[in-house]
């Protein structure tokens, strides 16, 4: 079994200062994680993943994100929150077989980022 | 331009009708999906298909119904037994499914049912 717990359903910041957006996972494999930022009324947009090479991986737009197994934990961090970054993320865990080989993907419930002028 | 095209942007259904979702991508990929997005919950799976002619049920698949006669296009069909249909609607496409595979999403059908 396979789940994703993004802690905050929203996250206020003003423009300028750090984004944290958290999310913890449960997996039986090793599983790959991956962050996407959704617009609204748009399709999600792929920021970053980790498929077990280098545990901090770089994304798009400045967005960063740190595998940690010991903590089950893969937030995802800004230095510098710009207007443009107010959208809706989603954590996404992907791992575990399914008939036929495939994997099965499990998103998290979301977290809206308000950037504040 | 590769991507993911879906159609129609906006839709909407009388209750008792059937209504099929367009999903075309040309990436060349193998596998393709269907989604439910409702607020304050993360996409559900409805569907997907990892070769032509081929698909399997995902976790909401009642009262949906899919085809994959090409490689690049897998069609809905939102029937008249799906009683809450009301929903943003998502297809992705990933070269496999597999191995940690990106899946790459479309820009999304809104579908309200009067």
């Known amino acids: 079994a396979q789940s994703v717990t993004q802690l905050d359903s929203h996250v206020s910041v003003s423009e300028g200062t750090p984004v944290l957006l958290r999310c913890n996972y449960s997996?039986?494999?090793?599983?790959?994680l991956f962050w996407y930022v959704q617009h609204p009324n748009k399709g999600l947009q792929l920021l970053l993943k980790?498929?077990?090479?280098?545990?901090l991986v770089k994304g798009i737009n400045g967005f960063e994100a740190e595998f940690k197994k010991s903590e089950t934990s893969f937030h995802l961090t800004k230095p510098s929150a710009h207007m443009s970054d107010a959208a809706e993320y989603f954590c996404?865990?992907?791992?575990?077989?399914?008939?036929?080989?495939?994997?099965?993907?499990?998103f998290g419930t979301g977290t809206k980022l308000q950037v504040i002028p | 331009d590769g991507g993911i095209t879906q159609s129609p942007k906006y839709l909407f259904r009388k209750e008792g009708q059937n209504v099929t979702l367009s999903c075309e991508q040309n990436?060349?990929?193998?596998?393709m999906y269907w989604y439910r997005q409702d607020p304050g919950q993360g996409l559900r799976l409805i569907y997907y298909?990892?070769?032509?002619?081929?698909?399997q049920k995902g976790d909401i698949a009642e009262g949906y119904s899919v085809s994959r006669e090409k490689k690049e296009s897998f069609p809905l069909t939102v029937t008249s037994a799906q009683k809450n249909p009301t929903a943003f609607y998502l297809c992705?496409?990933?070269?496999?499914?597999?191995?940690?595979?990106?899946?790459?999403f479309g820009p999304g059908t809104r579908l309200t049912v009067l």
């Open positions: 992705a496409s990933s070269p496999a499914g597999v191995l940690g595979d990106t899946q790459y």
């Open positions: 298909s990892q070769i032509v002619n081929d698909f």
């Open positions: 997996s039986s494999y090793s599983p790959s």
């Open positions: 990436l060349n990929h193998d596998a």
């Open positions: 980790y498929t077990s090479a280098a545990t």
């Open positions: 996404v865990v992907r791992g575990g077989l399914l008939s036929g080989g495939y994997q099965k993907v499990t």
